[in-house]
């Protein structure tokens, strides 16, 4: 790096002292061997970059010059009366300013107004730092910034010759460049040209003081749902609630004990529980998870092999029934419009049941499950498997690979990680092992075709979830006279 201004050292401890030093980046261009190339980078860039700033500190200078030549205009070249009316013209503008931002809603827009020019500018000096400059000086350009709770996402044009990949490379050393937490850049599959970027600022899941944070649901508050909309289930690390969209999708929930699952589960159980219209099932192992539940389940909660094996026959059955109605109306799946309710079947403790000691109860089990998963998709069917022990004796590969959505908590191993999410996820820096243990309900989601993203469950509490099976069962009730 290149210091611009000398700057004075200590000799013992060769420590700056005195100026700060103002670092540029060390980039050979092209255009730097021209006075008018010069011009452009050193003045029109910066300039341009302050174009906002400048543009307010010019409007008083604008009115106190309009002042002053019309005065001037008017008069002649009368000095008191041209430096009068400049003074009082320029007065005016200025006053005429500072009030405007008295007005909470300007002070709101200018706010936002200046702190995108500054990420903009930021982001500016980020990229050349980071070696992103073309030749020709040219940086990837922020076109849209979006404020978000943990930070910014930036609509980035690349420059001819750089790809998402080159800022993907780059993303350490930028978000370093910026001070920041982390950078994500999300490649942009309908223009190659134009990514995203996240700058995430904030820790997303921590409060002030480092604490975990809980996130409040917002079916707890809510009348009714509806299984077809998207279920909010917590919020990533940008701020933004994750959304399940459950029709044609089954849901997997691993982690160690006390990682979360059954506070991830019981987001999927309140929409369900709110929507009058879904069918809701429930297969527990350990009885206590879902007993909070009983109040909105279409049929008795299955606590033993054989209650959910007879359980999943029965929906086996109707599984069958629905194909039939769909092949005898030329329909290949159920969807909103036909009569056919949305069943959800829950599963908490999955290893209770697919490694029970009792073989052929297991095979049973395993085999109708399987069956259940792999094909209720299309039927309006929708399994939701929570396991303690995510390892491929629990959940084999086979079944694994029917869940559209698989949500990892906290595990011991990066194995199990994997099992959860698919082999190679951990190797690329998506492992639930690194979560740390306090950080209870954080996961990894990975939708089906997507990356694994950090999301925190929103949290209900037992009187959370009392409400809500008091609302839905309400709701239930009154359907049914
Ligand atoms: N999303 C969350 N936000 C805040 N705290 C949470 C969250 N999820 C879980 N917790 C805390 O962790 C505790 C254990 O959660 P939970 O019962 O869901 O774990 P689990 O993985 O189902 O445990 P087990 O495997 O033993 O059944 C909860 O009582 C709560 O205190």
Redesign the pocket.
């Known amino acids: 790096m290149r210091a611009r201004w000398a700057v004075l050292m200590s000799d013992d401890l060769r420590k700056p002292v005195g100026l700060t030093v103002f670092e540029r980046p060390d980039v050979k261009t092209r255009v730097q061997h021209s006075a008018a190339s010069w011009i452009a980078v050193e003045v029109l860039r910066p300039v341009w970059l302050w174009r906002r700033e400048l543009f307010l500190l010019a409007v008083p200078v604008l009115a106190a010059l309009g002042g002053a030549g019309a005065v001037w205009a008017a008069v002649g070249l009368d000095v008191n009366a041209v430096i009068g009316s400049a003074l009082m013209a320029g007065g005016a503008a200025g006053v005429l300013l500072l009030g405007s931002v008295c007005v909470p809603v300007v002070r709101t827009a200018l706010r936002v107004w200046l702190s995108h020019a500054r990420v903009r500018r930021q982001w500016d000096k980020a990229c050349r730092f980071c070696g992103l400059e073309t030749i020709a000086v040219r940086v990837p350009r922020v076109k849209y910034v979006t404020d978000l709770p943990t930070g910014s996402r930036l609509r980035i044009r690349l420059p001819r010759g750089q790809s998402a990949a080159d800022l993907e490379a780059g993303a350490d050393r930028l978000a370093s460049a910026l001070d920041v937490r982390a950078v994500r850049v999300h490649p942009n599959p309908d223009a190659a040209r134009w990514p995203d970027v996240d700058i995430l600022r904030k820790h997303p899941f921590r409060d002030e003081m480092r604490n975990?944070m809980?996130?409040r649901s917002p079916l707890v508050d809510a009348d009714r749902w509806s299984l077809w909309d998207g279920v909010p289930v917590g919020m990533d690390d940008m701020g933004a609630w994750a959304q399940l969209r459950l029709p044609g999708r089954n849901v997997l929930v691993g982690?160690e004990?006390?990682?979360?699952?059954?506070?991830a589960v019981s987001n999927v159980l309140a929409a369900a529980a709110l929507d009058p219209d879904a069918v809701v099932l429930g297969i527990d192992g350990k009885q206590v998870?879902l007993g909070l539940w009983v109040p909105v389940l279409s049929a008795p909660l299955a606590v033993t092999i054989e209650d959910a094996c007879a359980l999943l026959d029965g929906l086996v059955a109707e599984m069958d029934g629905r194909y039939a109605k769909l092949a005898s109306s030329g329909a290949r799946v159920v969807t909103r419009d036909m009569e056919l309710p949305l069943v959800l079947l829950v599963v908490d403790e999955l290893r209770l049941f697919t490694a029970h000691p009792d073989r052929k109860l297991r095979d049973r089990f395993n085999r109708v499950l399987t069956d259940v998963v792999a094909r209720g998709r299309a039927a309006g069917i929708i399994a939701v498997c929570a396991t303690?022990k995510p390892s491929s004796d629990v959940v084999p590969t086979s079944l694994r690979d029917l869940f559209a959505y698989r949500w990892v908590?906290r595990c011991s191993t990066r194995d199990a990680s994997d099992t959860v999410l698919g082999a190679g996820w951990a190797s690329e820096g998506h492992n639930a092992a690194s979560i740390a243990p306090e950080d209870?309900?954080l996961g990894l989601l990975l939708a089906e075709g997507g990356v694994p993203a950090s999301v925190?469950?929103?949290?209900l509490s037992d009187g959370d979830i009392a409400q809500v099976v008091a609302r839905g069962a309400a709701l239930r009730d009154g359907g049914r006279t």
């Open positions: 975990p809980m996130i982690g004990p006390e990682a979360g699952k059954s506070v998870e303690q908590l209870r309900g925190k469950a929103a949290f």
